[in-house]
């Protein structure tokens, strides 16, 4: 008897066996063919519509469709089109946005086949612009855009609520870091972390640095996907420390040191320079250019690139004030893009290579605002406006002490200011693109009900084999 509980066993399990491999079979062969179907088109379209403060970007890419999350987006700019002003400039007239935003939609509408329209992602990232803005003017706005985004006969692209909105400096760093990382290949190639360039950026109203560290990062640390790889980078955005705000400090700095004057001499604007800025208090002050690289450097010591003291900075090392930076790593390439480059280029301190040491900005820097505002304007390039001369000045001189007395570097230490790689030019709009669809693909990963990217394929794959492991090993249990 007891032999024959034993065959009952043996053959009650290896039906349930037989039966489990037919059904995963089964769904094998409907996955497979469903897999397997020709799909309509081999690339992908996107849109990523760049705001800025004085006017709007619209940039259309194309990418091959990927297999899986582990390669990498190939992605290429098939078309641009800018229009003036900025969206910012719409504060005061909401419906105007529409034939703003609309001239762009038209542009994307020429460069994207209309069968891949309504599955191709558009996105409206504002920078400087509308971070100034009044946050109910701002949400105004990103209203209307809203509604004209959704309505699918004025734009036919795959548009989600919250895929406008204003970037952070810090998203604004980390896609420049993606962006220059793709074009140096390192996605392509699966190349070392230690094969990663920096990126470090002038803006108008914010400076960025963004990089990845050898060690852990303790804080400012974004997270990073690309072609199946994780990258955890340092990301710090100095607001209110760009261009445009860099000599409103340097204006509070003398007005604070002395309030008593109507008229004050400003060492970080060149001789026969002047200038009228009203403060908080409602004064009015009149600058006048002493041209006094030494003083100038002092001030900008004082206003922008101050240290805290030892007990105030925590965790370690600062690099502003009590702002954490890990140490940058010794080997890594960094490139200055945007705003930096307008100063380098102007002080002409790029060599051959397109790259420069902060001793030799400092040299060039210091020569400069030691010159009056007349032969600055003799000395410098046909074309360059003459209003933004004393502000050179003061971009070397702070530049400069970003670089060395903030950030950290060597004084002799190279430093690519070509503002491109591989004849593309940097900027965080392809980066960010590459983002977003990552975030997207990634997503849909986990989602069997969805393969339209293939990935819900593979993971059901996967579920399919953890499953059938079980049944059987449970199976075997039950017969010994």
């Known amino acids: 008897m007891a032999l024959l509980g034993v065959h009952r066993r043996i053959y009650r399990t290896t039906q349930c066996i037989v039966f489990i491999l037919s059904v995963f079979a089964d769904s094998s062969s409907v996955t497979d063919k469903k897999r397997a179907a020709p799909t309509a088109t081999d690339v992908e379209y996107g849109v990523i519509i760049d705001a800025g403060s004085s006017g709007s970007r619209a940039r259309i890419y194309t990418w091959p469709k990927r297999n899986n999350l582990d390669s990498s987006i190939q992605l ?249 930076q890990p140490l940058l790593p010794s080997n890594m390439e960094f490139h200055a893009i945007q705003g930096f480059l307008y100063t380098l280029k102007t002080l002409e301190v790029l060599d051959d290579s397109e790259s420069f040491t902060s001793s030799q900005l400092k040299s060039k820097a210091d020569a400069y605002c030691s010159q009056s505002l007349q032969s600055a304007a003799n000395n410098t390039s046909p074309g360059t406006n003459p209003a933004y001369l004393s502000s050179y000045c003061l971009m070397g001189i702070y530049s400069n002490a970003l670089f060395t007395k903030g950030y950290g570097f060597d004084s002799e230490r190279r430093i690519n200011a070509a503002g491109s790689i591989g004849g593309e030019d940097v900027s965080w709009a392809p980066g960010a693109m590459i983002y977003e669809v990552e975030r997207r693909d990634r997503g849909s990963c986990s989602d069997t009900r969805d393969d339209k990217q293939g990935h819900a394929v593979s993971y059901f794959h996967v579920t399919q084999a953890t499953v059938l492991t079980i049944t059987i090993t449970a199976s075997l249990a039950y017969l010994l």
Request: charged letters at 20%; hydrophobic letters at 30%; proline letters at 6%.
């Open 76 to 324: 290429r700019e098939v078309n641009s089109k800018k229009i003036k002003p900025g969206l910012s400039d719409y504060v005061n007239d909401i419906p105007g946005v529409r034939q703003h935003v609309g001239s762009l939609i038209e542009a994307c509408v020429e460069s994207v086949p209309r069968d891949l329209q309504s599955r191709t992602p558009i996105y409206l990232m504002a920078t400087a612009g509308m971070r100034l803005l009044a946050s109910q003017d701002a949400y105004n706005i990103y209203q209307q855009i809203d509604t004209l985004f959704t309505n699918k006969t004025f734009c036919p692209f795959d548009y989600q609520r919250g895929n406008s909105r204003t970037l952070s400096g810090e998203e604004e760093g980390a896609f420049s870091w993606i962006a220059a990382n793709h074009l140096n290949g390192l996605f392509t190639s699966k190349g070392s972390p230690t094969e990663t360039v920096g990126i470090l950026e002038m803006g108008g109203a914010s400076t960025q640095i963004a990089f990845l560290p050898s060690g852990s990062v303790l804080a400012d640390k974004f997270p990073v996907y690309v072609g199946g790889r994780y990258f955890g980078l340092y990301v710090h955005s100095y607001l209110y420390a760009g261009i445009n705000y860099a000599m409103q400090k340097i204006y509070e700095g003398l007005h604070r040191n002395d309030t008593s004057p109507s008229k004050l001499n400003n060492p970080c604007m060149l001789r026969g320079d002047k200038t009228e800025h009203t403060f908080a208090d409602g004064r009015t002050i009149e600058f006048k250019g002493s041209s006094d690289p030494e003083k100038c450097q002092t001030l900008v010591l004082n206003e922008l690139v101050y240290k805290a003291p030892s007990y105030k900075c925590y965790p370690k090392p600062c690099a502003i004030g009590q702002i954490y």
